[in-house]
């Protein structure tokens, strides 16, 4: 490969047990360039740029770092490459301010009466805000990670690689876990970076922000590098069928609905969160079997509280919530579950799963105390392994040593297909999904609205909380619009223009709306 390389990998190999995660890879990355690695959920990008950043050592292969073979044998001598990483699932000491995560592992010192040495905090949190203002990625320094949001924490994973003067900087899923207003931030930021001299790999399987800002993508599918591609000459059908393997259709396939009778009804809630804070405000809404009832808002409005509020993960301070006329208000959860509630939340990796059990376990979280699994209190592992075995297959759960994988070194794709095929199969009559294709690639994306769908029209009602607009517009047969606690609107969704629901997201309906 040529000189003009600031990144070159020679024949790259990686094995886990049971899987071959990157297989006889070769690519090299220009100075200066937004570089994007495109692929599936599992296909190997994150375990290919971990072994650039030091935390796996490649079974095979070389890496050249501005034309020198290097070592690469831990993050620490990654940074003194000047290579930085900011990770799908942050590296953060909750506790600590923002100013502590930046500095942690290389605290400057200075010497009280010239003898004892300190960490310079004052010194630490101006240079902190100094750096913040320049890239424009405002923070304030003391403030602690436990009480800052997602995008926040995202910047603060963003200044500790500048502070350690990284010139490489390695971007992992950046924007699973924002708001689209969010994302168009953090694109804005990643493009100054480049203008600003630094190399940026993107990691990623969002075509259109891959279109939005790099130069050129690699494709991985299974492990294997399948080509590289100029981004501005190439289409995202082109890249979606290399990355998946197969002709991806973006138009969601919907049969008309046919409504049954009412399933959930809710009536007047209200719920407050830990400072006693009405985050819902007296909604009142109902969903049909049948009936996908979809509500959109721009994060942090609520929605996902209310679904919180029905599974019972939160507590409905006013109000009723009533599921096949029955009162489940103060129920708990598994009584919930067992009178016929599905659930996939939000937070997959804290509230969805359990990361140190096995995948086989998880995907009998909620059925382990039923038969066949239980019988007079005595589990049978037969039946969680035969049932385990058929999820993996029917949902394509992507896992290096099948049903007995420890779920935490899953991908994140693969974790939420677990989530969503367990909740699935329970074949309950209310089907809670909070953001379920947050973090999935196009293709796994397309499966997972072709199963919601075949829910529905098996006569489930679903209650749908997603910020992605288009998942909305596509699936839903009745949406609701909140804003600030408030459903301001609840119509058909062939009535409503994915501009007008925008506009009620942003409040700018709410007179109209009263």
């Not at 006013?318 to 579950?337: A, K, P, V, Y």
């Amino acid at each position: 490969m040529a000189d003009e390389y600031i990144v070159e990998m020679r024949h790259i190999t990686k094995r886990f047990p049971g899987i071959v995660a990157n297989d006889d890879i070769s690519l090299g990355i220009k100075k200066g360039e937004i570089f994007a690695l495109l692929g599936e959920n599992g296909a190997g990008k994150s375990t290919l740029m971990s072994m650039l950043f030091g935390m796996y050592e490649p079974d095979e292969g070389e890496i050249y770092i501005r034309g020198k073979r290097e070592h690469i044998t831990s993050p620490n001598y990654a940074t003194k490459l000047n290579i930085g990483m900011v990770h799908q699932h942050f590296k953060l000491v909750s506790n600590y301010t923002i100013a502590e995560n930046i500095i942690l592992g290389i605290e400057p010192k200075r010497r009280i009466g010239g003898i004892f040495p300190v960490v310079d905090i004052k010194g630490t949190n101006e240079k902190v805000a100094q750096l913040s203002r320049q890239y424009g990625l405002e923070v304030d320094p003391k403030a602690k990670i436990e009480d800052i949001n997602v995008s926040t924490q995202q910047r603060v994973e963003i200044l500790k690689m500048l502070y350690r003067e990284a010139e490489i900087l390695i971007f992992d899923e950046p924007t699973a876990v924002l708001t689209p207003q969010e994302i168009d931030f953090l694109l804005r930021i990643i493009r100054s970076l480049r203008e600003g001299g630094k190399t940026i790999i993107l990691i990623t399987h969002k075509l259109e922000e891959i279109k939005q800002v790099a130069d050129r993508c690699a494709i991985l599918n299974r492990g294997k590098l399948i080509d590289i591609l100029d981004v501005a000459s190439t289409s995202t059908q082109t890249m979606a069928n290399l990355m998946v393997g197969r002709e991806v259709d973006f138009v969601v396939d919907k049969a008309p609905a046919k409504f049954g009778s009412e399933v959930l009804r809710v009536e007047h809630l209200t719920v407050k969160n830990r400072d006693n804070f009405p985050v819902v405000k007296d909604v009142s809404f109902s969903v049909r079997a049948g009936e996908i009832f979809a509500i959109a808002g721009v994060s942090g409005n609520g929605q996902v509280e209310i679904a919180d509020a029905v599974a019972g993960m939160a507590q409905a301070a006013e109000g009723t919530i009533t599921l096949n006329g029955t009162d489940i208000t103060h129920m708990d959860i598994r009584r919930r579950t067992d009178l016929g509630i599905s659930y996939i939340p939000e937070d997959r990796q804290n509230m969805g799963l359990v990361l140190d059990f096995t995948l086989e376990d998880n995907l009998a979280l909620k059925t382990y105390y039923k038969e066949p699994f239980c019988r007079k209190g005595i589990l049978h592992h037969e039946a969680f392994s035969q049932y385990g075995q058929r999820l993996i297959q029917e949902y394509d759960i992507r896992s290096g040593q099948g049903k007995d994988t420890i779920v935490r070194s899953m991908s994140g794709g693969n974790q939420q297909k677990a989530i969503v095929g367990r909740e699935i199969e329970l074949a309950s009559p209310l089907m809670i999904f909070v953001q379920p294709t947050r973090g999935l690639d196009i293709g796994a994306i397309e499966n997972i609205h072709r199963q919601i769908l075949a829910e529905r029209d098996k006569g489930r009602a679903i209650l749908l909380i997603s910020l992605e607009l288009d998942e909305i517009m596509g699936l839903a047969d009745t949406i609701g619009v909140i804003f600030s606690g408030e459903l301001l609107k609840i119509a058909p969704a062939d009535t409503l223009t994915t501009n007008e629901v925008g506009q009620f997201m942003m409040g700018v309906k709410q007179n109209e709306a009263g």
